[in-house]
């Protein structure tokens, strides 16, 4: 429930959390496959991951 796993057949470049208002609560360089983020601390509600995969970006909504 508070973990997130990302995994790709391309390195992951970086991580980008986004609340609802915007504001980012997460960022970090990945440089691989797979990624596990501790969102434990974040509160509950809607998010936005970007995550940039071989140049290419892609927004995801999670729900916490």
């Known amino acids: ?5 990302l995994n790709a057949k391309e390195a992951i470049s970086s991580v980008s959390i986004y609340n609802v208002l915007g ?3 997460y960022n970090a ?14 509160a509950s ?5 970007k995550v940039n995969v071989g140049g290419t970006e892609g927004i995801v909504k ?3």
């Open 1 to 5: 429930k508070n973990i997130l796993n």
């Open 23 to 25: 504001q980012q609560v």
């Open 29 to 42: 360089k990945v440089n691989a496959l797979n990624t596990t983020i501790d969102t434990s601390s974040f």
């Open 45 to 49: 509600g809607a998010y936005f991951v």
């Open 62 to 64: 999670i729900l916490k």
